[in-house]
């Protein structure tokens, strides 16, 4: 093929194409890839179903346990260590109870009514076995004794159920001159505040009741019944 002239369009013919089933491809057609076959693996489909099956389940379990709520017996009033446990003390509520936590179930609402808080209880705690007492105070090897104190010799911050106590003699009646005749509470006696009246009786006084060891039982009330008698706060209750 001789070039061509000078100012004249140069347009290649297409030539052959490539061979197509021992054939060659006709001149102009364009050529054609041949399809791979298309390669199926049973395997790998039938993974990736367990995997997503797997997966339902897994979620199905997992909401299954935290929306697992149970019906417990909550604490709606205040309750002080060693006091009864009323009707109106204590209420149902639903609670996702999570394992190991060992909450006092709903149906046992009537055996809890009646029995001792062995710790002090308040509106919204959960009951367990651990708030409940067998005895009401006071325990073996105490005893409980009343005084009565004008409010006067009271803390302006208020005496509670817990707290603990030093109860002194005093040199003589409340408010009045000293007397001659010995004390009858030699030493200071620990103690710790079991109850405490809601207000002054008829005669002026509050009552606090005091638990104290057997030993100084019968000291600390002869003591007591003179009116010569105080409280020093050593430790609030928590």
């Known amino acids: 093929m001789s070039a061509p002239a000078a100012g004249t369009a140069f347009h290649p013919q297409p030539g052959p194409g490539p061979a197509r089933d021992g054939a060659r491809w006709p001149a102009g057609e364009p050529a ?10 049973p395997g790998m ?3 990736a179903i367990a995997l997503i099956g797997a997966g339902v389940l897994g979620s199905v379990a997992l909401y299954t346990a935290a929306d697992r709520r149970a019906a417990v017996l909550v604490a709606t009033a205040n309750v002080p260590a060693g006091g009864v446990i009323a009707a109106g003390d204590v209420g149902v509520a639903s609670v996702a109870a999570g394992p190991g936590v060992q909450l006092i179930p709903a149906a046992q609402l009537r055996q809890v009514i009646g029995q001792v808080a062995g710790t002090a209880l308040h509106p919204g705690m959960l009951l367990t076995a651990a708030e409940l007492g067998a005895l ?3 325990g073996p090897g105490q005893v409980l004794v009343p005084l009565g104190l004008r409010p006067s010799l009271l803390p302006a911050s208020g005496l509670g ?12 009646a409340q408010g009045q001159p000293g007397s001659s005749a010995p004390p009858a509470l030699i030493a200071p006696v620990a103690g710790v ?3 405490v009246s809601a207000g002054p009786d008829a005669d002026g006084y509050v009552v606090v009741d005091v638990i104290v060891a057997a030993a100084d039982g019968a000291a600390l009330a002869e003591q007591a019944s003179t009116g010569q008698v105080a409280l020093i706060v050593t430790r609030r209750a928590p």
């Open 136 to 138: 009401r105070p006071p």
């Open 161 to 172: 159920p817990g707290d603990r106590v030093l109860v002194v003699a005093t040199p003589g």
């Open 193 to 195: 505040v079991e109850a």
């Open 32 to 41: 054609r890839l041949a399809r791979l076959p298309r390669r199926r693996r």
């Open 45 to 47: 489909i039938a993974l």
